[in-house]
Nanobody
Framework: QVQLVESGGGLVQAGGSLRLSCAASRSTFSANAMGWYRQAPGKQRELVARITSAGNTNYADSVKGRFTISRDNAGNTVYLQMDSLKPEDTAVYYC????????????WGQGTQVTVSS
């Protein structure tokens, strides 16, 4: 069983930056895609950013130009650099990893709180 361990959340003022990290508990784990989702109170979980093993990325429109997703060469750690943070970015951020096969297996982290004050 693989666990995803997140770190880097916290409280920051609007306009500030935070960097989230997510590492797989097993060093040999190499996901086909990894990403970050977020869920604000009373809202559905939404995709923030995602990167495939080929390096292809996609972002939510609301974070384009402000957030950058990256992953290490081993493919088991993913980062989210968040700049120019806004109060509406406040949410619990969840790391996700996808293993493709006959069906897609999803792994989730426990979530890390990001709070942006105005």
């Amino acid at each position: 069983q693989v666990q995803l361990v997140e770190s880097g959340g916290g409280l920051v003022q609007a306009g500030g930056s935070l960097r989230l990290s997510c590492a797989a508990s097993r060093s040999t784990f190499s996901a086909n895609a990894m990403g970050w989702y977020r869920q604000a109170p009373g809202k559905q979980r939404e995709l923030v950013a995602r990167i495939t093993s080929a390096g292809n990325t996609n972002y939510a429109d609301s974070v384009k130009g402000r957030f950058t997703i990256s992953r290490d060469n081993a493919g088991n750690t993913v980062y989210l650099q968040m700049d120019s943070l806004k109060p509406e970015d406040t949410a619990v951020y969840y790391c996700n990893a996808e293993m493709w096969g006959s069906y897609t297996r999803n792994y989730w982290g426990q979530g890390t709180q990001v709070t942006v004050s105005s």
